[in-house]
């Protein structure tokens, strides 16, 4: 087994629940660390971790720190992680080193052949895809994903196969810790301008994120998307090596696609790779979907793995909770749930629940996520979700922001063009979606809060009707 780093042996991490926290406290424990922790809550994560031998505490106070038998080595913690949280306090009181979630991950990286997928969007879709295509090609990676498979239900594992898959974050910029042999950015279009500020400044993290691709590494593209192919023309300028994907890639080492069948239970991508056609069946739909399949298998390709065990594996891929996942049926009506929650993820998402819903009608009740996305976006969000026949606009999930006058779901709702539904009471919104649903239709909850917990109530609703 891998030496750990002499900081992560004894790690205590604060918000350990959440999914890329969880992920690596899943990861130090299989390699024999000491693993603590705290969150706000309980939750099916800090059970997990429990049973796996993890000491964790429910709430969090600097008595936690004091109450371990031996002080940690470091403290983890997120961004979303206040310097007055009484725990990171109590920890650089007593000068104990702290370490942001990213340090942590890079240092397990260490020693594996590493794969990071970046971009605005598609990041945690196409890590999952690459993920279970290298399983089935049995080359057991290390993996860490902002999400869980379905396959497995894990967000992360510590495998033996010698690469690391992982999704790299650029949310705040802490991507720039890691040293990929293998980057894929799968589109650059501003978003996190509460953190990055300007449109160029969040693109400019993208280009100090190539700059950290290892010597001899290779950078993947997606030729489709004007910000990503710009990347790319700016890589190949300063050595790096680029392959493209999708419908504009024409180099004779990218992968063009050549068409698409869209399916009711995903599509099927043919591709130009080396002079051959290859069908790759994907079992989620959407174009979107087909292009992340795409980027995985370049990148798959590029860490050892055998094409035909590659496509073998991205047809077996089975989605990822809350994308697109499916929550059940109540009579002739389904619901589903997604994570979508910028205005070019919602609309790609839209499309592909068009083709799902066949000749039923589509229902979206969409959460917005952040009040400085939702004030940048607003004119965006209502276009996107304008592809949806009803529209049910919930407030604005603030996050870790604080509120801002004026803004507030409606500033969406008064602008999308569909029926549309604004309504800020979050219990009205199960029975009004419940009330809109006729037999055929799919209803689907969207964003990137608690909007998730609304699926189970939207059925229930159904069953009494």
């Known amino acids: 087994m891998l030496e750990l780093p002499e900081e992560l042996r004894r790690a205590h991490l604060i918000g350990i629940g959440g999914a890329g926290m969880s992920g690596i406290a899943r990861i130090l424990l299989a390699r024999g660390a000491f693993v603590s922790g705290s969150d706000a809550k309980e939750s099916r994560a800090l059970l997990s971790l429990r049973a796996q031998g993890a000491e964790l505490f429910v709430g969090q106070a600097a008595s936690n720190i004091a109450a371990l038998?031996?002080?940690?080595?470091?403290?983890?913690?997120?961004?979303?992680?206040?310097?007055?949280?009484?725990?990171?306090?109590?920890?650089?009181?007593?000068?104990?080193?702290?370490?942001?979630?990213?340090?942590?991950?890079?240092?397990?990286?260490?020693?594996?052949?590493?794969?990071?997928?970046?971009?605005?969007?598609?990041?945690?879709?196409?890590?999952?895809?690459?993920?279970?295509?290298?399983?089935?090609?049995?080359?057991?990676?290390s993996f860490a994903i902002g999400g869980d498979l379905n396959e497995s239900g894990a967000n992360a594992h510590h495998?033996?196969?010698?690469?690391?898959?992982?999704?790299?974050?650029e949310s705040d910029g802490s991507f720039l810790t890691y040293s990929p042999s293998v980057a894929v950015v799968t589109n650059v279009e501003p978003d996190h301008l509460d953190h990055h500020g300007t449109a160029e400044a969040y693109t400019k993290v993208f280009t100090e994120f190539v700059g950290r691709i290892v010597p001899g590494g290779l950078l993947i593209v997606c030729a489709d998307d004007e910000g990503a192919d710009a990347l790319g023309d700016e890589a190949a300028e300063r050595g790096v090596r680029v392959r493209r994907y999708g419908r504009r890639a024409g180099g004779a080492d990218d992968a063009g696609i050549r068409s698409y069948q869209a399916l009711p239970d995903g599509g099927i991508v043919q591709l130009s790779l080396r002079g051959e056609l290859i069908d790759v069946k994907v079992a989620v739909p959407g174009v979107h979907m087909a292009l992340n399949?795409?980027?995985?298998?370049?990148?798959?390709?590029?860490?050892?793995?055998?094409?035909?065990?590659?496509?073998?594996?991205?047809?077996?891929?089975?989605?990822?909770?809350?994308?697109?996942?499916?929550?059940?049926?109540?009579?002739?009506?389904?619901?589903?749930?997604?994570?979508?929650?910028?205005?070019?993820?919602?609309?790609?998402?839209?499309?592909?629940?068009?083709?799902?819903?066949?000749?039923?009608?589509?229902?979206?009740?969409?959460?917005?996520?952040?009040?400085?996305?939702?004030?940048?976006?607003?004119?965006?969000?209502?276009?996107?979700?304008?592809?949806?026949?009803?529209?049910?606009?919930?407030?604005?999930?603030?996050?870790?922001?604080?509120?801002?006058?004026?803004?507030?779901?409606?500033?969406?709702?008064?602008?999308?063009?569909?029926?549309?539904?604004?309504?800020?009471?979050?219990?009205?919104?199960?029975?009004?979606?419940?009330?809109?649903?006729?037999?055929?239709?799919?209803?689907?909850?969207?964003?990137?809060?608690?909007?998730?917990?609304?699926?189970?109530?939207i059925l229930a609703e159904l069953d009494k009707r």
């Open 159 to 169: 495998g033996e196969g010698g690469v690391f898959v992982a999704e790299a974050d």
């Open 293 to 457: 399949a795409v980027a995985a298998l370049l990148a798959g390709i590029e860490l050892g793995a055998p094409v035909e065990g590659l496509v073998e594996g991205l047809g077996a891929f089975g989605g990822v909770r809350r994308r697109f996942e499916f929550k059940g049926r109540a009579g002739d009506v389904r619901v589903y749930d997604d994570y979508a929650h910028h205005p070019t993820e919602v609309a790609a998402q839209l499309r592909a629940v068009r083709t799902a819903a066949g000749s039923g009608r589509v229902i979206v009740v969409f959460q917005p996520h952040l009040y400085s996305r939702t004030k940048t976006f607003s004119t965006e969000f209502a276009e996107a979700l304008s592809l949806a026949d009803e529209v049910v606009v919930l407030d604005v999930y603030g996050a870790r922001e604080e509120p801002v006058p004026g803004v507030t779901g409606a500033l969406i709702a008064d602008k999308v063009t569909a029926s549309v539904h604004y309504e800020p009471a979050f219990d009205v919104a199960a029975p009004l979606a419940a009330g809109l649903a006729k037999p055929g239709d799919l209803v689907v909850t969207m964003g990137a809060g608690d909007v998730t917990q609304l699926g189970p109530e």
């Open 69 to 141: 038998a031996e002080p940690p080595s470091a403290v983890v913690v997120s961004t979303a992680i206040k310097e007055t949280n009484p725990e990171l306090a109590a920890a650089r009181a007593a000068g104990i080193p702290v370490l942001h979630r990213a340090q942590a991950l890079a240092g397990l990286m260490e020693g594996h052949r590493v794969a990071c997928i970046a971009g605005t969007h598609g990041k945690t879709s196409t890590t999952s895809m690459l993920t279970v295509a290298l399983q089935h090609c049995r080359l057991d990676p």
